[in-house]
T-cell receptor, first 111, second 115 residues
Framework: QQQVKQSPQSLIVQKGGISIINCAYE??????FPWYQQFPGKGPALLIA?????SEKKEGRFTISFNKSAKQFSLHIMDSQPGDSATYFC??????????FGTGTRLTVIP | GAGVSQSPRYKVAKRGQDVALRCDPI?????LFWYQQALGQGPEFLTY????????KSGLPSDRFFAERPEGSVSTLKIQRTQQEDSAVYLC?????????????FGPGTRLTVL
């Protein structure tokens, strides 16, 4: 059973637009929610992460919104650029650090 | 280099062959993880080491999969009698300390194709 559900599977956005990717989880023991970016032929790289004691975290053009009661969190990429074209994975873990990943969203930013 | 390295990058095996995949974590990183990433899917946890101790192997799909990290640094994932369903990218990740909220740094992966 998929511990973290991610949507959409693919996303096409115009340059300068906002990209939004959504994730949901069931296990209330999860308390660490990172987002990873993966380019073809590379391993995932941490983009931004949040813990459930805050509802939003922003780093540059990337923002995580977290809704603890709904058990949902999302990634917003503002002013999307062609260089942002990649696959994005949400993940969740407990203190034990074993990550459960979503199925990924392939983002294409059109110039 | 300063990152996690994995070798080989690509491995083609005939069904039934044994394979060994190597991971060199970032120097000084205590924790080491192996994940399996099927085509078009997210990585799935296989096993976790803290130093040389294998603390969690709950994700290993069968007893054909075996991992070790004898000196608490380099790790090897071994797959015996490979099957076609073992075809995937095998990712290694390391992090600085033991169980806590530490960033996991991923290697580029080994793409295993079983014919």
């Amino acid at each position: 059973q998929q511990q973290v559900k991610q949507s959409p599977q693919s996303l096409i956005v115009q340059k300068g637009g906002i990209s939004i990717i959504n994730c949901a989880y069931e296990n209330t023991a999860f308390d660490y929610f990172p987002w990873y970016q993966q380019f073809p032929g590379k391993g995932p790289a941490l983009l931004i992460a949040i813990r459930p004691d805050v509802s939003e975290k922003k780093e540059g053009r990337f923002t995580i919104s977290f809704n603890k009661s709904a058990k949902q969190f999302s990634l917003h990429i503002m002013d999307s650029q062609p260089g942002d074209s990649a696959t994005y994975f949400c993940a969740a873990s407990t203190w034990a650090n074993n990550l459960f990943f979503g199925t990924g969203t392939r983002l294409t930013v059109i110039p | 280099g300063a990152g996690v390295s994995q070798s080989p990058r690509y491995k083609v095996a005939k069904r039934g062959q044994d394979v060994a995949l190597r991971c060199d974590p970032i120097s000084g990183h205590v924790s080491l993880f192996w994940y399996q990433q099927a085509l078009g899917q997210g990585p799935e946890f296989l096993t976790y080491f803290q130093n040389e101790a294998q603390l969690d192997k709950s994700g290993l799909p069968s007893d054909r999969f075996f991992a070790e990290r004898p000196e608490g640094s380099v790790s090897t994932l071994k797959i015996q009698r490979t099957q076609q369903e073992d075809s995937a990218v095998y990712l290694c990740a390391s992090s600085l300390r033991g169980p806590s909220y530490n960033e996991q740094f991923f290697g580029p992966g080994t793409r295993l194709t079983v014919l």
